[in-house]
């Protein structure tokens, strides 16, 4: 919906530059303007000028700027109309909407916003009836009160296949409005409701809008998913939103600062207990899109993650996401508790607010980290730890930064800074991602003293983890796979596989289809994957099975324009676009493509 142009005008007169850069800008009175620290850039010294007589800003270094609104919707990443909307708001000035401009798909994001709001209603009011009693004493069990959990709109999803489905659509939505914001999904005997007899909590946006639901079993099932979040919609992608945003974020602005947690109880429990700046990721890890999310409110961060293995591994993940966008982020580590949730049913607020002025500094927390996971008494373990530090390093901007650590890491281990900067700062470039996105054309060329045989680089990094890894080597066998030496490499695995055989070196070493050329390469690709840490052979299956992915997709997207199908074309072209997003559950995608391939199969031959 579009703001009237005369309403633009006085939205434009109505609000001075200053006000709305000092909200995130430091600024500093320079003759008849101000100065500050451009946000949009690592700036060093103020090159952001703010006029106030011609109502504009401008970084002279970078080139963003503009007037009070064009610099809402920057900073803030968000449309004109927003930031026109919330600007109006924050300021109290009144502006109205142009009718003509009130288009269809306008008036059905509207309806969606509006069945949400409406299901999450419905879910609140539930959890006080006869049916969501078990419900409501899980919760109070868990020491959040009734007011709690009304004023927080924490419901329950009655045990029915269909309550929600058929309640919604007598109130006049279709099953395709329902299925658009994943209210209830489409099986083999017909529509049914997504989530069933499970605790619910609305996820919202940053503007307050309930836009997905996550959900929590209440039954103690190992075939059930203990906790279920609503799927990718119009409305919602669970990579680019948090959970926990309390006044569309105002208390985490005000307080400059927020507490980074890892599940819904744990941000309710905080919430409790007045932390309203704690947050979480949705059910995945967390993403660059949500820190970017996040830098829009505040440059500081706590994280209060799970004290588990899996938990600490996660914080030095998002630590780096955080520190590429520039956060300066501490590190909570909880004593006698495995999350927030239970800290702060054992031992109150007073106690937490302890461990948030005993935390971290995230580098801090690294080199403890680092110390438990490698043995400095020997050289081989010290080299490692140092090594270790690599991708922090790699995504520092600020040059003090990087010397302030340099200088840090060089005392604990009693060695000269300058040995650390060569291999920590100058022969350490950011990397984007060291597997990702392989070059299925890039051909690598080997000479033999016979002939000469080509890999391209995919195949060759794909036989490097099939050597390693049983789990690949099935999924890879599969593949359509060029090059006649990789195949041939390939069979041998599977047939030794096959015998049960573990003892690929052996047993390439004495096969007699191989030459001693070929032998020689494959126990280089052998010894150099063998050396891969077991997280990063991970990393590198979850990548090359994404790539292998994306062209199976392509290739089927190829063969729907030579059938002429475009509606089976473009459903794969969405789930392409879903893959380049996801991350937690590509397995499952590929499933579902599996079945959509199969569905159009089907459909050709009848």
């Known amino acids: 919906m579009k703001v009237r142009e005369d309403d633009i005008e006085k939205l434009l007169n109505s609000l001075k530059i200053v006000d709305v850069v000092s909200e995130v800008v430091e600024l500093k009175k320079s003759g008849a303007n101000y100065k500050g620290l451009c946000p949009f850039h690592s700036d060093t010294s103020p090159s952001f000028t703010v006029s106030p007589q011609k109502n504009i800003a401008k970084c002279f270094s970078c080139g963003a700027g503009g007037n009070p609104i064009s610099f809402y919707s920057q900073y803030h990443k968000i449309g004109f109309t927003e930031a026109c909307v919330e600007l109006s708001k924050k300021y109290n000035i009144d502006i109205h909407y142009d009718k003509k401009n009130n288009n269809q798909e306008e008036k059905e994001f509207e309806k969606l916003y509006k069945l949400m709001e409406e299901a999450r209603d419905y879910f609140s009011n539930n959890i006080f009836d006869n049916q969501g009693k078990e419900a409501f004493e899980y919760l109070s069990n868990r020491g959040l009160t009734a007011q709690f959990i009304k004023e927080n709109y924490i419901g329950f999803s009655y045990n029915s296949w269909d309550k929600l489905l058929n309640d919604f659509t007598q109130k006049g939505y279709t099953l395709e409005d329902l299925l658009n914001v994943g209210l209830i999904k489409k099986g083999d005997k017909g529509y ?45 992608n669970k990579r680019k939103n948090l959970y926990g945003f309390k006044e569309k974020g105002t208390f985490i602005r005000k307080k400059n600062y927020s507490i980074l947690m890892e599940g819904y109880m744990d941000v309710l429990k905080a919430h409790s207990f007045g932390f309203d700046t704690a947050i979480a990721s949705l059910g995945t890890a967390f993403t660059s899109e949500q820190g970017e999310l996040l830098k829009r409110y505040s440059s500081n961060v706590i994280i209060a993650y799970d004290m588990d293995d899996a938990g600490q591994k996660a ?69 490692n730890f140092v090594l270790a530090f690599k991708p922090f390093f790699s995504v520092l901007e600020k040059d003090i930064e990087k010397a302030l650590y340099l200088g840090k890491l060089a005392g604990n281990l009693d060695i000269d800074k300058s040995f650390l900067e060569k291999e ?72 030794e596989s096959m015998l049960k055989s573990h003892n690929y070196a052996t047993s390439i070493m004495e096969n007699s289809s191989l030459d001693e050329d070929e032998k020689e390469l494959v126990l280089i690709y052998l010894t150099s994957s063998m050396t891969l840490e077991e997280r990063k052979k991970e990393e590198l299956n979850n990548h090359l099975f994404k790539d292998w992915f994306r062209l199976e997709i392509e290739n089927s997207m190829n063969y729907a324009k030579e059938v002429k199908n475009p509606m089976f074309h473009y459903k794969l072209k969405l789930m392409l676009e879903k893959l380049k997003n996801e991350n937690e559950f590509v397995k499952n995608l590929y499933i579902d493509f599996k079945n959509l391939v199969k569905e159009e199969a089907n459909e050709r031959v009848y």
């Open 315 to 383: 914080v030095e993940r998002t630590g780096l996401i955080l520190k590429e966008h520039g956060f300066n982020i501490r590190v909570i580590h909880f004593e006698d508790a495995k999350d927030p949730d239970e800290y702060l049913n054992k031992f109150g607020k007073d106690k937490f607010l302890e461990r948030v002025k005993e935390s971290k500094e995230i580098f801090d927390f690294l080199l403890e980290y680092y110390s438990r996971e490698y043995d400095l008494s020997n050289l081989i373990g010290k080299q």
């Open 424 to 495: 920590l700062i100058e022969n350490n470039k950011k990397e984007k991602n060291k597997y990702n996105s392989f070059d299925e054309n890039k051909i690598v060329i080997f000479e033999k003293k016979s002939n000469n045989f080509q890999i391209n680089s995919l195949e060759e990094e794909s036989l490097k983890l099939s050597l390693v890894s049983k789990e690949f080597l099935d999924f890879f066998a599969e593949k359509d796979i060029e090059s006649s030496f990789v195949k041939k490499i390939i069979k041998i695995l599977k047939d």
């Open 192 to 236: 049914y409701d997504t989530f069933r007899n499970r605790i619910m909590f609305p996820i919202t946006n940053a503007s307050g809008k309930t836009i997905a639901f996550g959900g929590r079993t209440l039954e103690d099932r190992k075939d059930i998913a203990k906790y279920l979040n609503s799927s990718d919609t119009v409305l919602f």
